[in-house]
T-cell receptor, first 113, second 112 residues
Framework: DAGVTQSPTHLIKTRGQQVTLRCSPK?????VSWYQQALGQGPQFIFQ???????QRGNFPDRFSGHQFPNYSSELNVNALLLGDSALYLC????????????FGSGTRLTVV | KNQVEQSPQSLIILEGKNCTLQ??????????LRWYKQDTGRGPVSLTI?????NTKSNGRYTATLDADTKQSSLHITASQLSDSASYIC???????????FGTGTRLTVIP
């Protein structure tokens, strides 16, 4: 049983470009959350998707957007990349109607140059 | 304000020794507390998860404790191994909601 799968594992972009990160949740999970983790820091909540809608959002600008598909997979899009967007982007999924069993993916390391 | 604080920030121990990491939180209402191990550049991996009614839980050489009255948790690692070198993150979940509150982690280095 695969856990949470994220792609790509590493990515290098230049300032001003746009990027799309992808996440496939663990089997049986329907809720996907995205986090940004700067080097040496704890993860910061970006947003959460459930039933193909953004349900909660952290303190991130509109340049950060997302989508959830009918198969529960999700994408994180970042427009007009800034150097400060360089971070590890983590996806976490959980089972329906519980806050108990979050599972994290291995993350996508984004470097903006 | 909902906060999760961990101590120490970093720790270096000899292989085979034990250590204890601390987590204090002010998150309310409390739902559950998890300890994660995170290798550099990788996603967090769950070690233990405890609800309000649980005060200790073990996972191999990892033992977590929870005192919901004082809002403190600890993670005890016994007979440390080189592969235990990682960041250990305490995460508290708010009751009835989807938010997770992360501590900034303790960076553990086990040396031979």
């Amino acid at each position: 049983d695969a856990g949470v799968t994220q792609s790509p594992t590493h990515l290098i972009k230049t300032r001003g470009q746009q990027v799309t990160l992808r996440c496939s949740p663990k089997s049986g999970h329907d809720t996907v959350s995205w986090y940004q983790q700067a080097l040496g820091q704890g993860p910061q909540f970006i947003f959460q998707y459930y039933e193909e809608e953004e349900r909660q959002r952290g303190n991130f600008p509109d340049r950060f957007s997302g989508h959830q598909f009918p198969n529960y997979s999700s994408e994180l899009n970042v427009n007009a990349l800034l150097l400060g967007d360089s971070a590890l982007y983590l996806c976490a999924s959980r089972a329906p109607k519980t806050s108990y069993g979050y599972t994290f993916g291995s993350g996508t390391r984004l470097t903006v140059v | 304000k909902n906060q999760v604080e961990q101590s120490p920030q970093s720790l270096i121990i000899l292989e085979g020794k034990n250590c204890t990491l601390q987590c204090n939180y002010t998150v309310s209402p409390f739902s559950n507390l998890r300890w994660y191990k995170q290798d550099t550049g990788r996603g967090p991996v769950s070690l233990t998860i405890m609800t309000f009614s649980e005060n200790t839980k073990s996972n191999g050489r990892y033992t977590a404790t929870l005192d919901a009255d004082t809002k403190q948790s600890s993670l005890h690692i016994t007979a440390s191994q080189l592969s235990d070198s990682a960041s250990y993150i305490c995460v508290v979940s708010v009751g009835g909601a989807n938010n997770l509150f992360f501590g900034t982690g303790t960076r553990l280095t086990v040396i031979p």
